[in-house]
């Protein structure tokens, strides 16, 4: 004769073992949408201010406020490190090339803490 076991407690068992890791699987989840929202705004960023200084006739300095002006409306402070834009020749045409070093809010030790975006644009004469 076959004794019964009994299966009273094992919801709780199995609670503790799914639990944890579902919360890591949400939790990556999550900072993998965070890590590509941080990125496409500075992107955007980037490419505003060079637009912004090669209409402007090259002025970087232009360049950089319109950059710094995006960043600041959607970005927390402290996220972006540096904001640099340079004129450059590319293959004999002129642009402009702004450069934003930013922190990635990341937890953890996993993936880049440093992000690096270029925006580029072509100057108006």
């Given amino acids: ?8 407690g094992s919801a709780v068992v199995e609670f503790a073992v799914v639990v944890p890791m579902l919360m890591l699987v ?13 990125r496409s705004t500075i992107t955007s960023a980037a490419a505003e201010g060079a637009r912004v200084a090669a209409v402007s006739g090259g002025d970087t300095a232009a360049g950089v406020r319109r950059t710094r002006q995006a960043l600041s409306a959607t970005l927390a402070e402290g996220v972006v490190d540096s904001v640099v834009a340079r004129r ?19 937890v953890g030790l996993l993936g880049p803490s440093t992000l690096v975006v270029h925006g580029h644009a072509l100057a108006e004469a």
């Avoid at 004769?1 to 009273?8: G, K, S, V």
């Avoid at 450059?88 to 090339?97: E, F, M, Q, Y």
């Fill in 88 to 106: 450059t020749a590319s293959g004999g045409v002129a642009t402009v090339d702004v450069e934003v070093r930013a922190r990635l809010p990341l």
């Fill in 1 to 8: 004769m076959e004794r019964r076991r009994d299966a009273r």
């Fill in 26 to 38: 949400v939790l990556g989840v999550l900072q993998v949408g965070l890590a590509l929202h941080v």
